[in-house]
């Protein structure tokens, strides 16, 4: 029942994502598509994370008939607590305010704010006189 009920769940995340990559190509705008796209990388990586950390655990359950109970109560927390948190720091670090402000906690003020302000200056700057070539 569980491999039905895996299978069938994947069949249908497939045939979403895989419609809703395509409705993304399809967008004109290079800005829209890029946030289409991150949008559906982030909620791969949150399912693919819930997906393995099940997976691992079903094949030592099954397999490793030898394991001690410790080992099976660590996968299994493991198992509960993983997808949970890694799932706010998943999306949280594929938000640029956040992204930035994790950076600016890291790194120090000065450095992010070069980094920031790096693309800023790139775009403001105009080439005077003629381009070689």
């Given at each position: ?10 069949a249908?995340?497939?045939t979403?994502y895989?419609?809703i990559?395509y409705a ?5 705008s290079?800005g829209?598509r ?6 559906c ?7 693919l994370?819930i997906y ?5 655990t ?6 490793a008939?030898?394991v ?9 927390a493991?198992?509960l607590l993983?997808p949970?948190t ?17 950076e600016k906690?890291l790194?120090g003020?000065?450095?992010?704010r ?7 200056r790139?775009q403001?700057t105009r ?5 070689p070539?």
């Amino acid at each position: 029942m569980r491999l039905a009920t895996v299978s069938f769940d994947l069949a249908l995340l497939g045939t979403s994502y895989t419609r809703i990559i395509y409705a993304a190509f399809r967008i004109s705008s290079g800005g829209a598509r890029a946030k289409a796209l991150h949008t559906c990388g982030s909620h791969l990586l949150v399912i693919l994370t819930i997906y393995l950390s099940g997976l691992s655990t079903s094949i030592v359950f099954r397999v490793a008939k030898t394991v001690s109970q410790d080992v099976q109560n660590l996968l299994s927390a493991i198992y509960l607590l993983l997808p949970g948190t890694l799932n706010p720091v998943i999306y949280g670090v594929r938000t640029r305010e956040i992204r930035q402000h994790i950076e600016k906690m890291l790194c120090g003020k000065e450095v992010a704010r070069e980094v920031r302000e790096k693309p800023e200056r790139l775009q403001n700057t105009r080439v005077k006189g003629k381009l070689p070539g």
